[in-house]
């Protein structure tokens, strides 16, 4: 294990993913003696998947969170982009200064894992200690300090922070929170976030295949939602595409992922408006005149059959043509074309929503109100944001400031 004695450190850290790597990391920085146990047989598995293997690691944004937004907002703010850029530097990590689209920050060899590369040499320089293979079962108080059960195995340190996680990526079945809320930490229903929504596309297999830029509203009757904007990709089953995976989860949230329709704006086809910005929460609002005006102009040049030609790709027209009652309805489809959602494709979400209740935790350094000396970083807790790096950013920042705490705390009880 290490120097202290066999199971034996400052700090436990459990689940070697981005938050537990960086909190192992910042712990060990200051000098404390740090065990990473993970469940796996390689740590930082998501961490390579992220961003297509690039991994968007932060956004130059100011945040886009739903759940959990307080406690986020707040590690964001003690622990800065300028503070995590820092922190990568120390790590060995390039990140070029300039953002790419939509803020988004990967590293600059483009790969994922350089990331994982670096965290965990860094880890292992600085002489935190990871250990694969070992699922944590229980977390016991004990005194001042914690035994944490791994089969057979105990392991005991002052400090414990527990970065299980989200079963999102294809670990649907696993339990992440089991061993926070069996220190009696409230659990938030999770469901799945940022992943493709299933439609009712009876009838609209032509667009199979189709990725065009559209404005996507969320809406049930009369009332619509939420709005994200970006490029949809038409499945044979639903819709895909960055913009559709945003409003998944309050698909599922709102409406328990039925019952409820996704309003698609093609307008941005037309640049009629100038491309509308990705990522916003307030995209423009369709205008259906101008479309109108627009087709109508086309019409009486060409003919009403030509009129979106060099406008839009066929078989979206094909598709609007059809169905609408003249131009009017068409350039009303145009704006606001109803899809049917019939569920969501939770085995591909990103991320979860829900989780661990954030506000049982303290905002500024991840430590439990209720058991002092238990941290909790990164997605296990009920915060989840926005596409574009978010995420990873929250998982790093809450796992350096409660590595920092943790490190702090048992440093300070050894000088006394
Ligand atoms: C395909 C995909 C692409 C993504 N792309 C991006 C992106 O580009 N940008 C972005 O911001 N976010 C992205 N995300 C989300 C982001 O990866 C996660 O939010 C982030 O990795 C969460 O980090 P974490 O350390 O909290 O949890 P995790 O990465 O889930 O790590 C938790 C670790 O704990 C281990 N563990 C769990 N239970 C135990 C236990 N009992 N004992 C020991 N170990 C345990 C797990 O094996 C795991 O290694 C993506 C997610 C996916 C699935």
């Not at 066999?6 to 404390?32: E, H, R, Y």
């Not at 988004?104 to 292992?124: I, K, M, N």
């Not at 086309?298 to 059959?305: D, K, L, N, Q, Y």
């Not at 019939?342 to 500024?364: H, K, L, N």
Request: proline share 4%.
């Amino acid at each position: 294990m290490n120097e202290r004695g066999k199971n034996q450190s400052d700090i436990l850290v459990i689940g070697g993913g981005a938050a537990g790597l960086a909190a192992a990391c910042a712990a060990a920085f200051l000098g404390a003696d740090v065990t990473v146990l993970e469940a796996d047989r390689r740590p930082g598995r998501k961490i390579l998947a992220s961003g297509n293997g690039r991994c968007n690691l932060m956004n130059a944004g100011s945040g886009a969170y739903f759940h959990g937004r307080a406690l986020a907002e707040a590690v964001l703010e003690r622990c800065p982009q300028a503070e995590l850029r820092a922190f990568f530097t120390r790590c060995g990590l390039r990140i070029p200064e300039q953002s790419e689209e939509d803020g988004r920050f990967y590293p600059a060899t483009g790969q994922a894992a350089s990331v994982l590369d670096c965290l965990r040499g860094t880890a292992a320089e600085s002489g935190a200690v990871i250990l694969p293979e070992k699922k944590a079962d229980a977390i016991v108080p004990e005194g001042d300090a914690f035994a944490v059960l791994c089969g057979t195995e105990r392991f005991s340190a002052k400090r414990v922070i527990c970065a299980c996680g989200s079963p999102a990526g294809g670990r649907l079945g696993r339990d992440s929170y089991a061993l926070l809320r069996g220190m009696g930490h409230t659990m938030v229903a999770p469901l799945p976030a940022l992943c493709p929504v299933e439609c009712d596309m009876r009838g609209l297999g032509a667009l199979r295949g189709l990725r065009v830029p559209a404005v996507v509203t969320l809406a049930r009757g009369n009332t619509r939602r939420e709005s994200a904007g970006g490029e949809v990709l038409f499945t044979e089953w639903g819709l895909s595409g960055i913009c559709a995976m945003q409003l998944a989860a309050s698909a599922m949230e709102l409406y328990g992922g039925r019952d409820c329709v996704l309003y698609l704006d093609f307008s941005p086809l037309l640049c009629l408006a100038g491309r509308r910005h990705f990522h916003t929460d307030r995209p423009v609002s369709p205008d259906a005149e101008k479309v109108y005006l627009l087709l109508r102009e086309r019409a009486a040049r060409e003919s009403e059959e030509a009129c979106w030609r060099g406008l839009l790709p066929r078989t979206l027209a094909e598709v609007i043509f059809r169905r609408a009652r003249g131009l009017r309805e068409a350039a009303e489809l145009l704006c606001a074309f109803p899809l049917r959602v019939t569920g969501v494709r939770a085995e591909s979400a990103q991320v979860i929503r829900g989780g661990i209740a954030a506000d049982e935790f303290s905002r500024g350094t991840l430590e439990s109100k209720r058991h002092p000396g238990l941290y909790a970083a990164g997605e296990v807790l009920d915060v989840d944001g926005d596409c574009g790096g978010y995420n990873l950013q929250f998982a790093f920042a809450s796992g350096i400031l409660a590595g920092r705490d943790a490190a702090s705390h048992v440093l300070k009880r050894r000088i006394s």
